[in-house]
């Protein structure tokens, strides 16, 4: 975690730093899993790390990305583009068997890239959010947030949900399909 810049100082920013940081221990999870052929294991971890996922893509894109896709839009993009590909292969893992024997493969090196994303997020993102975004654009990116809340509680370890497992995201699953879809 980055601590120089002083970007976890913002309320939004420490709590998606959370996510990231309950995220890194479960690709730590999946990687033990799959070496030990518990496909099953790893589609658990995987389901897990695709509902912490959820809402904080969300605060991403509909809250930091448009304040940042004027200055930055060749990063932004590619951004958006590694969460749906990241998010593609973790959904796979809501079937009851997930699909392929190439499907481990797949999700050891969606995880891998999940890590080297969050890096990119951690030193590049959020600092350069810091330096861009006003008082008002907190204020929008923190409202996104309040809408959709979180999975990593800010009192506990990471991993432990806020809202109890399946609830929805107050309204706004179907936008996130709908998000990924387009």
């Known amino acids: 975690m980055c601590e120089y810049c002083g970007c976890q100082d913002i309320a939004t920013i420490a709590e998606l730093t959370r996510e990231h940081d309950a995220v890194v221990a479960e690709i730590s999870r999946i990687r033990t899993f799959v070496r030990d ?13 695709n509902g912490i996922l959820r809402p904080h893509t969300l605060v991403e894109e509909r809250g930091l990305f448009p304040h940042l896709a004027l200055e930055f839009p060749e990063h932004v993009a590619a951004l958006q583009r590694e969460h749906s590909e990241i998010e593609a292969v973790l959904a796979e893992a809501a079937a009851p068997v997930p699909p392929g024997p190439d499907w481990p493969r797949r999700l050891l090196e969606a995880v891998e890239n999940l ?18 975004l006003d008082s008002s654009a907190w204020t929008s990116v923190e409202a996104i947030r309040a809408k959709v809340g979180s999975e990593v509680s800010s009192n506990s370890t990471p991993g432990v949900a806020h809202r109890r497992h399946g609830e929805q995201i107050h309204g706004v699953d179907a936008d996130l399909q709908r998000t990924h879809q387009t």
């Open 37 to 49: 052929g518990d496909i099953g294991g790893a589609a658990v971890v995987a389901r897990r790390i």
């Open 115 to 132: 890590r080297e994303h969050i890096l990119k997020e951690q030193d590049g993102l959020f600092p350069a959010a810091l330096s861009i």
